[in-house]
Structure formats: C-alpha cells, structure tokens
C-alpha cells in the first residue's frame, strides 16, 4: 500500500510517499481502507525524535492518528464492526501504549496511509454518523474529544467570559461553537485574516497575540497552544478563583504561574471519561460540533501536509483524502 513514511528521526520535510506493506488485522482487531486522515500534532513531534528517550519509535513510522474509512477485514473475536462498516476515530501509535490509557486503549499502525488497522474495542472509534462526510469526519476525532473535556472541566456558567488562546487551530476551531453554546462571552487569540471565521463560529471579540492584548479579570483561560511553562501572562489576565485549562506539555505546575488563586488544569482524557467518539460523532451530526478544513490534500501531497502543519499557520485542520482526485477544496469550510 502507499503511505506516509518516516525513515527515521527528523524533520517532515524528511518524510516520503511510498510502498509499505499492508497492515493485517490480529485477533480483536480491524483493518480498516482510509479515506480521509488529519494532521496532529504528535505526527511532526514523534518522529522529530523530541520524545525519543521516552517514545521510541520503530521506522519505517507511518504517522496519523485521526481518520474516517471503512472497515475491510475483520479480526477473529470482533463483533461490534464488520466489512464495510463506515466508521471514523482517532488512534495513536503503537509506541504510545504505555500512555495510551489503562483500559481499552485506541493504538493504530498509522492512518496517513491507504489501509490501517485499529483495536476494535475502543471508545475511540465508532461508526460514522449520516451527514457526517469523510472529510469532516476525519477531522474531527482527536479536536472534538478534547473540546468535549476542555467543557467538561470548565464547568461554565452562562455569562462567564473565555479567554482562548490558538483559537484559529483544530481545537480552538471546535470549541468556540461549544463555548458560544453555552452562553460564555468568547474573547480569541486570531490573526486579521481569521478573525471573521472565528466570529463565524461564535467568537465575541478577537485580539492579537500578544500579551499586551490579553483583557483583565476574565473567568476562564483555554491555553491551545503555548507550553505550559509559559503561562504566567495568561495567569495574570485572570480573575482571583479563575480557571485556567491547559492542553499542552509540560504538564503544568501550579507554581509555574505565578498565582495560587487561580485553579490550574491539564486536559488530557485517554480513557475516554467525558465520552469517546460516539458521543463526538451524534454531536457534530446535530451541527454542534463543526468541521472547519483548512486545506485538502492527496495522499501523494501527505507529506507536504506534515511539513505545512509544522511551518505554517494554519487555520483549522488539514485533511489528506486517499482517492486519486482532490476533492474540492475551499480554503476553509
């Protein structure tokens, strides 16, 4: 099969598009025909070799975490998917089993690649909803699991106002609209040219990135991008018993921002507690939880879909389609 390929630690623009062989599913396992997968961070940082004394990965790597398809063959002793199931879901590498959740853990051989195969049994994968199209499908699993958290421990009280820092990404994109929902006051880190799309998609006010822009005596702090030993400015933007979420490594210290009135919280749910990616798939199908695409690529392109991720600013997701013709391709949707 063709994939997307590390030979080895360094940068994506190392990668290439090639011949693997394909991947055949074991017992409670499923190897599923990919149609669309979208770029996360962990496929340009795992084979940079920054977590290599931690993570070491076998090469050829095949990155890719999040994908939709459909499931081509099926492992003896799996009962909750059979061929030709449309299904979508997010796995990560094999190499992250240690990290991957006491129960049930969501492992993959990589799904920037024509087939994959997935542990059937997994609140990280479900069958793709009517309506949901592969494309939005694709980029919606690991982005709205952690939307869905990131609410879920805000704990929001309608009227309260969000600051949410790297709101233009994949998870900044897919939690305004849940924020908007419920009734928060969004206030989003943006450039000029994204601050309309985030006001489409519920943003109240956008500002610069600079923390010379950060407003005072907000209620709640969504950190999407910076790490999180470089949280003090956001800290001093928030009011006294504010909150302040996290999703970034290091995982944090309380010390490290400077206020003890502030309560601190790293979101990283590998266990499925606020919901796997059934309850991701019913809502976005009911349009609470929508896909913005920022760029379609072929899988022939997927490599270079890797090097934009890690160089460019992007907006939204960057999806790879593994049919021989791009579909159309707005430049978002």
Not at 280 to 295: K, Q, S
């Amino acid at each position: 099969m063709k994939a997307v390929v590390a030979t080895g630690y360094g940068p994506p623009e190392e990668y290439t598009v090639t011949d693997v062989p394909t991947p055949r599913p074991g017992p409670g396992q499923i190897q599923v025909r990919i149609a669309a997968a979208s770029i996360n961070p962990a496929d340009v940082r795992l084979p940079s070799g920054d977590f290599r004394d931690t993570v070491p990965l076998e090469f050829p790597h095949v990155p890719g975490n999040d994908f939709a398809g459909t499931v081509s063959e099926v492992g003896a002793g799996v009962t909750a998917y059979q061929v030709g199931d449309e299904i979508f879901g997010q796995a990560v590498p094999r190499a992250l089993r240690a990290m991957a959740g006491a129960t049930r853990p969501s492992l993959s051989t990589g799904s920037l690649a024509e087939y994959a195969v997935f542990e059937a049994d997994t609140p990280f994968l479900a069958h793709r909803p009517d309506g949901l199209d592969v494309e939005q499908a694709a980029a919606l699993p690991t982005v709205g699991l952690t939307a869905r958290a990131l609410m879920a421990t805000a704990e929001l009280q309608p009227g309260e106002t969000v600051l949410v820092i790297g709101a233009t990404g994949g998870v900044g994109t897919a939690v305004i609209p849940l924020l908007a929902a419920a009734k928060a006051r969004v206030i989003a880190t943006a450039t000029d040219a994204d601050a309309g799309i985030l006001r489409g998609l519920g943003a109240d006010q956008t500002i610069g990135y600079a923390e010379s822009e950060y407003p005072s005596d907000i209620d709640v702090a969504f950190n999407l991008t910076l790490p999180s030993d470089h949280l003090t400015g956001v800290a001093r933007a928030i009011r006294p018993g504010g909150r302040l979420l996290t999703i970034t490594y290091p995982v944090p210290r309380q010390e490290w921002i400077g206020r003890d009135d502030v309560r601190l919280h790293f979101v990283l749910d590998m266990d499925g507690t606020f919901g796997g990616m059934r309850e991701v798939g019913e809502l976005a199908a009911r349009g609470g939880l929508p896909a913005t695409i920022g760029r379609l690529y072929t899988l022939d392109e997927g490599a270079q879909a890797c090097v934009d991720f890690a160089r460019l600013h992007t907006t939204g997701k960057l999806v790879v389609t593994m049919g021989d013709t791009l579909l159309e391709s707005p430049a978002v949707r």
